[in-house]
C-alpha cells in the first residue's frame, strides 16, 4: 500500500485531506468508492501519478497562452453591476462560443482565458458537461490548477445532493433562457461553509440560440460571518438601537424598543417617530433631528417616550446621521430609574437641606456619579463576552475588562468562574446547565469579583450562540442595590 510505504498513518493522512480516519478506512477497505476530484487529490497528496492508485488518466497541462486583457475585461463585467451588465456578459458569452466554432483548441484557448478570474467561474454545453473552469474553482474543490474540467459533470465534483441542486439549476437556464441572477446559496463542494452569491447565464450564439451556460459564485463567507455577530449583538442589547430617516419615520429597532415602551416592531415602523415621544419634548427633539440633518452629532440628549401603557420612559441619546443615505443611527439608554431617583433626591434635600451633612455627601456622590456614568456611556455602557461550552473566555469587550479589572487580552480562555464570588457559583452553574439543556435565554443577579478582590452584584443575561458556545451580557447593578 502506498500509504505504509511512505511511511503515512491513516490519522496524518485524514488530516492532510481533509476528511474523517472513518473514510480513510472505508477506502482502503474498499467500502466507499472515492469521487475523481478525490483520487486526484490522493495521489497529489501522496505525490504519485494519479494513474498509480487508479484507472485515470494523468492530468493534462493547459497550454500557457497570454490572454489577461481579455481575462480582466470578462472581470470587470462580472464584478460590475450585474443587472446593467447583463446584456454585456451575454455577447461576451456568445462571443468565447464563437471562437469554440472556429479554433480546434478553443476549449484550452478558454481555459487559459478564465484561470486567472478571481471568482467561481465555469463553463457548460448543453450536454451539462465542463468546458472549462477558473482556478478558483479548482482551489475550492482542492484540485491542482492544471487540472481537465473537460468532459466531467457536477457528479464528479460535488457529494450528490449538491451536484444535483447545481445540475438542475444549469439545466433550468438551459431550458428557459433565463438568467438566475445574484441569488445568495452556499457554495457547492465546501460542506456548506462557505457562502456565496450565484448567477449563471445562458450562452447564445450569433443567432440567439443556446449554446450553454456560465455559472459564477462570489464569495461573501466573510461578510456574512460579521453580519451575525453584529446581529447577535444589536438583538441582544438592552439599548434602544434604531436607523430613521430624514423624514422622521423609524426604518429600524431592535428587540429592546418593544421591551422598553410596549410596541410592537411594525407599529414603530409605521408611524412617525415624534408619534411616540412625549408632547413637551418635540419641540426640543425637532431641533436635534434638524441638526442632525445638518450632519452634525448627537451627544448625550435626554428626551421622554410614552410606554404604550401610558407611563413615561426617559432616554439618553447618541446619533449620527449619514447624509448620503439619509438615514440617521442612534442608540439610547434608559435612564428612567436613574431620573426618578435623582427627582426623589431633590424632593428630599429640600425637606432635609442643612439637616443632615451624610445627605449632602450623598448627594455630592451621585453627582460624581453621574458625571462617571456619562463617560462610561461613550465608551458603551454593557459588558459583552462569549464563552465556551466548558465556560472559558472567548472574546470579552473593553467594558467587561473594566468591570472585571483585568486587561482584555488576559481575559481570554479563562473561566468566567473565576471573577464569581464562591458562595454565588452555584447560581451560575444552574444556569448555564439550563441555558445548555434548553436553548433558551436565562437572567440572573449573582456577585461577582474585581481582580482587586471586591465585590459587585452584576445582572447578566445569557443567550446561546453557535458552536454551543453562549454569550453573556454583564451588568454592574450594585449602585440601584445601593439605593434599594
Request: net charge neutral.
Given at each position: 500500500?502506498?500509504?505504509?510505504?511512505?511511511?503515512?498513518?491513516?490519522?496524518?493522512?485524514?488530516?492532510?485531506?481533509?476528511?474523517?480516519?472513518?473514510?480513510?478506512?472505508a477506502?482502503?477497505?474498499?467500502?466507499?468508492i472515492?469521487?475523481?476530484?478525490?483520487?486526484?487529490?490522493?495521489?497529489?497528496?501522496?505525490?504519485?501519478?494519479?494513474?498509480?492508485?487508479?484507472?485515470?488518466?494523468?492530468?493534462?497541462?493547459?497550454?500557457?497562452?497570454?490572454?489577461?486583457?481579455?481575462?480582466?475585461?470578462?472581470?470587470?463585467?462580472?464584478?460590475?453591476?450585474?443587472?446593467?451588465?447583463?446584456?454585456?456578459?451575454?455577447?461576451?458569452?456568445?462571443?468565447?462560443?464563437?471562437?469554440?466554432?472556429?479554433?480546434?483548441?478553443?476549449?484550452?484557448?478558454?481555459?487559459?482565458?478564465?484561470?486567472?478570474?478571481?471568482?467561481?467561474?465555469?463553463?457548460?454545453?448543453?450536454?451539462?458537461?465542463?468546458?472549462?473552469?477558473?482556478?478558483?474553482?479548482?482551489?475550492?474543490?482542492?484540485?491542482?490548477?492544471?487540472?481537465?474540467?473537460?468532459?466531467?459533470?457536477?457528479?464528479?465534483?460535488f457529494?450528490?445532493?449538491?451536484?444535483?441542486?447545481?445540475?438542475?439549476?444549469?439545466?433550468?437556464?438551459?431550458?428557459?433562457?433565463?438568467?438566475?441572477?445574484?441569488?445568495?446559496c452556499?457554495?457547492?463542494?465546501?460542506?456548506?461553509?462557505?457562502?456565496?452569491?450565484m448567477?449563471?447565464?445562458?450562452?447564445?450564439?450569433?443567432?440567439?440560440?443556446?449554446?450553454?451556460?456560465?455559472?459564477?459564485?462570489?464569495?461573501?463567507?466573510?461578510?456574512?460571518?460579521?453580519?451575525?455577530k453584529?446581529?447577535?449583538?444589536?438583538?441582544?442589547?438592552?439599548?434602544?438601537?434604531?436607523?430613521?430617516?430624514?423624514?422622521?419615520?423609524?426604518k429600524?429597532?431592535n428587540?429592546?424598543?418593544?421591551?422598553?415602551?410596549?410596541?410592537?416592531?411594525?407599529?414603530?415602523?409605521?408611524?412617525?417617530?415624534?408619534?411616540?415621544?412625549?408632547?413637551?419634548?418635540?419641540?426640543?427633539?425637532?431641533?436635534?433631528?434638524?441638526?442632525?440633518?445638518?450632519?452634525?452629532?448627537?451627544?448625550?440628549?435626554?428626551?421622554?417616550?410614552?410606554?404604550?401603557?401610558?407611563?413615561?420612559?426617559?432616554?439618553?441619546?447618541?446619533?449620527?446621521p449619514?447624509?448620503?443615505?439619509?438615514?440617521?443611527?442612534?442608540?439610547?439608554?434608559?435612564?428612567?430609574?436613574?431620573?426618578?431617583?435623582?427627582?426623589?433626591?431633590?424632593?428630599?434635600q429640600?425637606?432635609?437641606?442643612?439637616?443632615?451633612?451624610?445627605?449632602?455627601?450623598?448627594?455630592?456622590?451621585?453627582?460624581?456619579?453621574?458625571?462617571?456614568y456619562?463617560?462610561?456611556?461613550?465608551?458603551?455602557?454593557?459588558?459583552?463576552?462569549?464563552?465556551?461550552?466548558?465556560?472559558?473566555?472567548?472574546?470579552?469587550?473593553?467594558?467587561t475588562?473594566?468591570?472585571?479589572?483585568?486587561?482584555?487580552?488576559?481575559?481570554?480562555?479563562?473561566?468566567?468562574?473565576?471573577?464569581?464570588?464562591?458562595?454565588?457559583?452555584?447560581?451560575?452553574?444552574?444556569k448555564?446547565?439550563?441555558?445548555?439543556?434548553?436553548?433558551?435565554?436565562?437572567?440572573?443577579?449573582?456577585?461577582?469579583?474585581?481582580?482587586?478582590?471586591?465585590?459587585?452584584?452584576?445582572?447578566?443575561?445569557?443567550?446561546?450562540?453557535?458552536n454551543?458556545e453562549?454569550?453573556?451580557?454583564?451588568?454592574?447593578?450594585?449602585?440601584?442595590?445601593?439605593?434599594?
Amino acid at each position: 500500500m502506498v500509504r505504509k510505504r511512505k511511511k503515512i498513518t491513516a490519522e496524518e493522512l485524514a488530516k492532510m485531506m481533509g476528511i474523517s480516519r472513518v473514510t480513510v478506512g472505508a477506502w482502503e477497505n474498499a467500502g466507499r468508492i472515492p469521487s475523481e476530484a478525490k483520487i486526484r487529490m490522493l495521489a497529489k497528496v501522496l505525490e504519485i501519478p494519479v494513474n498509480e492508485i487508479s484507472d485515470l488518466d494523468p492530468e493534462k497541462t493547459i497550454s500557457e497562452i497570454k490572454l489577461a486583457p481579455l481575462a480582466s475585461s470578462i472581470s470587470s463585467v462580472l464584478t460590475g453591476d450585474r443587472a446593467k451588465n447583463l446584456n454585456r456578459q451575454t455577447y461576451l458569452i456568445s462571443g468565447i462560443m464563437g471562437i469554440i466554432k472556429e479554433l480546434s483548441d478553443a476549449k484550452l484557448l478558454i481555459g487559459a482565458m478564465v484561470s486567472s478570474l478571481p471568482s467561481i467561474f465555469y463553463i457548460k454545453g448543453t450536454d451539462l458537461k465542463y468546458i472549462t473552469a477558473s482556478e478558483e474553482f479548482l482551489k475550492n474543490l482542492s484540485l491542482n490548477k492544471n487540472y481537465d474540467v473537460i468532459g466531467k459533470t457536477d457528479y464528479d465534483f460535488f457529494p450528490q445532493n449538491e451536484a444535483k441542486i447545481n445540475n438542475a439549476m444549469d439545466k433550468e437556464v438551459i431550458a428557459s433562457g433565463q438568467s438566475i441572477i445574484d441569488k445568495e446559496c452556499y457554495i457547492p463542494g465546501n460542506r456548506k461553509t462557505r457562502w456565496g452569491i450565484m448567477s449563471k447565464i445562458p450562452i447564445l450564439d450569433s443567432e440567439g440560440r443556446i449554446e450553454g451556460v456560465v455559472g459564477y459564485f462570489v464569495d461573501i463567507t466573510e461578510r456574512m460571518k460579521a453580519e451575525e455577530k453584529y446581529d447577535r449583538i444589536v438583538n441582544m442589547s438592552p439599548n434602544l438601537i434604531c436607523v430613521s430617516g430624514m423624514d422622521g419615520y423609524l426604518k429600524f429597532v431592535n428587540p429592546a424598543w418593544e421591551k422598553l415602551l410596549g410596541y410592537t416592531g411594525e407599529e414603530l415602523l409605521s408611524k412617525p417617530v415624534a408619534s411616540f415621544i412625549h408632547p413637551d419634548d418635540i419641540v426640543r427633539n425637532n431641533a436635534e433631528r434638524a441638526s442632525l440633518t445638518r450632519g452634525n452629532l448627537t451627544l448625550n440628549f435626554e428626551n421622554r417616550y410614552i410606554h404604550k401603557n401610558g407611563s413615561i420612559r426617559h432616554f439618553l441619546w447618541t446619533a449620527a446621521p449619514i447624509p448620503d443615505e439619509k438615514l440617521i443611527y442612534s442608540i439610547a439608554i434608559d435612564i428612567t430609574e436613574r431620573m426618578q431617583a435623582e427627582e426623589a433626591l431633590r424632593v428630599h434635600q429640600v425637606e432635609l437641606e442643612m439637616q443632615n451633612e451624610e445627605l449632602r455627601r450623598a448627594h455630592v456622590e451621585l453627582e460624581a456619579l453621574r458625571g462617571r456614568y456619562f463617560d462610561l456611556y461613550e465608551l458603551a455602557p454593557v459588558g459583552f463576552c462569549t464563552l465556551s461550552e466548558k465556560g472559558l473566555i472567548r472574546e470579552a469587550n473593553v467594558k467587561t475588562a473594566a468591570m472585571l479589572g483585568v486587561n482584555r487580552g488576559a481575559l481570554v480562555k479563562q473561566p468566567f468562574t473565576r471573577f464569581i464570588l464562591s458562595e454565588d457559583q452555584d447560581i451560575y452553574y444552574h444556569k448555564r446547565k439550563t441555558l445548555l439543556a434548553t436553548g433558551k435565554p436565562q437572567a440572573w443577579e449573582m456577585r461577582m469579583l474585581h481582580s482587586d478582590g471586591s465585590t459587585f452584584r452584576a445582572y447578566l443575561q445569557a443567550a446561546p450562540a453557535q458552536n454551543k458556545e453562549f454569550m453573556i451580557t454583564l451588568n454592574d447593578i450594585s449602585g440601584i442595590k445601593k439605593d434599594e
